[in-house]
C-alpha cells in the first residue's frame, strides 16, 4: 500500500506560479513511476505529466508542455509539479498517482494508488 498525499495547491494570478508537491509512504518510492493528473470543474480527469521511478523519463500534455515541470527526489519520497506561466483554465483539482514499475504511463488505468487531490485556482 501507497499512501500519497499533496500539497501546495492555492489561488494565484494568471501568470503566477506553483509549485506541487506529493509525499508518499508506505514502500520504496523508488520502485513506482509517479504521475500528476487534473479535473476540472464539470469536466474529465486527465493527464498532466509523468516521470519514470529514476526521474530519466519525463511526458507532458500538450496543454502544459514548456509551463510545468515534473520532477521526483527519491531520497524524500517526493514528487513535485513545478508550474509556471499558470493560465485560469488551469484552474483544477491536481492528483498525484503512482504505478509499480520503472515506466510511467499517461494512462489513468495503469495507476495503483492515488492522492486525495490538491486545489489549483487561477484567477484571471
Known amino acids: 500500500q501507497v499512501q500519497l498525499v499533496e500539497s501546495g495547491g492555492g489561488l494565484v494570478q494568471a501568470g503566477g506560479s506553483l509549485r506541487l508537491s506529493c509525499a508518499a509512504s508506505?514502500?520504496?518510492?523508488?520502485?513506482?513511476?509517479m504521475g500528476w493528473f487534473r479535473q476540472a470543474p464539470g469536466k474529465e480527469r486527465e493527464f498532466v505529466a509523468i516521470i519514470s521511478w529514476n526521474g530519466g523519463i519525463t511526458y507532458y500534455a500538450d496543454s502544459v508542455k514548456g509551463r510545468f515541470t515534473i520532477s521526483r527526489d527519491n531520497a524524500k519520497n517526493t514528487v513535485y509539479l513545478q508550474m509556471n506561466s499558470l493560465k485560469p483554465e488551469d484552474t483544477a483539482v491536481f492528483y498525484c498517482?503512482?504505478?509499480?514499475?520503472?515506466?510511467?504511463?499517461?494512462?489513468?488505468?495503469?495507476?495503483?494508488?492515488w492522492g486525495q487531490g490538491t486545489q489549483v485556482t487561477v484567477s484571471s
Open positions: 498517482a503512482a504505478r509499480r514499475g520503472a515506466s510511467a504511463y499517461k494512462e489513468q488505468r495503469s495507476y495503483e494508488y
Open positions: 508506505g514502500r520504496t518510492f523508488s520502485n513506482y513511476a
